[in-house]
């Protein structure tokens, strides 16, 4: 993270019994009607979730001639996300490191320096670096073709899913994984896995998480489910049950990877790199496990 302009090598916070704290996001910014094409540049890293989700949103509603993109390193070590032959530059700042685009736009800036951001050409700064938004942005306000997401009959059921979604499952993995307490890694596997079974319950009477339509809700829980057998089962003791385990949310994740166009959006390469070497805290060695022998996506 950053403090008045400062990198810092800050480790995640934990509270008193141990459990993770994630920091709100700072840039909340909208538009008030359609951009231009190429006024806005998204920066993401195909590891984190949470800009895959907005990758997703890019390509569903074919923004990728209207939002350029740069993507970091799959590595995040001392120096936070860089950039790298492994990714894509960054054309506007030529910045080594991802810190220097958020002092770009505020040159004391304070928080943490994460992925997705979304800068602004044509104010020269970030509007937003929150994942939820940038893909309602994207959805609903960047004069994109392609379905709507969030439809206006469905808006509150998608608002109330994604937040049932976000602690015990988006954030519940990591709650596990960076718990530092035996109290707090057992509260969030509780906690993780009952939400898990509710949602295998309601996919076997469903096909989607709200009802017979994809939704912006879906995308935020595939993110989670695609990554949750390869990473989050070993890297964050999250070995109750793999996905493969659960017949519904198995059957759901592999129909969105087969929607076109979300399979270009998923580097499992990228994602095993970055957590397994990213987290010397968690694993030392650096060592990346092996890829499970079964095929999660077909079976």
Request: hydrophobic fraction near 35%; include cysteine; aromatic fraction near 12%.
């Amino acid at each position: 993270m950053m403090v008045k302009g400062t990198w810092c090598e800050d480790s995640y916070r934990s509270d008193e019994s141990g459990r993770f704290l994630r920091d709100e996001t700072v840039f909340r910014g909208r538009v008030v009607s359609p951009p231009a094409p190429g006024r806005f540049h998204l920066y993401v890293s195909y590891a984190c979730p949470w800009a895959h989700r907005t990758l997703i949103m890019r390509r569903l509603k074919g923004l990728e001639s209207r939002v350029s993109l740069s993507v970091v390193d799959p590595h995040m070590g001392r120096d936070g996300w860089f950039f790298s032959e492994r990714g894509t530059p960054d054309p506007i700042h030529e910045a080594r490191f991802l810190r220097e685009v958020y002092r770009a736009a505020v040159p004391d800036y304070t928080g943490r320096v994460t992925v997705p951001l979304l800068w602004d050409r044509e104010e020269g700064t970030i509007l937003n670096n929150e994942s939820r938004l940038i893909v309602r942005l994207f959805d609903h306000d960047f004069g994109g073709g392609g379905p709507d997401f969030c439809p206006p009959e469905l808006h509150q059921q998608v608002e109330a899913t994604l937040d049932a979604l976000y602690d015990p499952i988006n954030n519940g993995v990591y709650r596990a994984g960076f718990a530092t307490s035996q109290e707090a890694y057992d509260e969030a596997i509780e906690t993780l896995f009952a939400a898990l079974e509710h949602w295998e319950g309601i996919l076997g009477r469903q096909r989607f998480l709200c009802g017979d339509r994809i939704t912006e809700a879906d995308w935020a829980m595939f993110t989670t489910l695609y990554r949750f057998d390869p990473v989050y089962s070993v890297h964050f003791k999250c070995s109750r049950k793999r996905l493969v385990d659960h017949p519904h949310l198995t059957r759901y994740m592999r129909e969105l990877y087969a929607v076109p166009g979300v399979a270009g959006t998923c580097r499992m390469d990228h994602i095993r790199e970055h957590y397994y070497r990213s987290h010397p805290f968690l694993n030392p060695s650096g060592i990346v496990a092996a890829q499970p022998d079964r095929d999660f996506l077909q079976g």
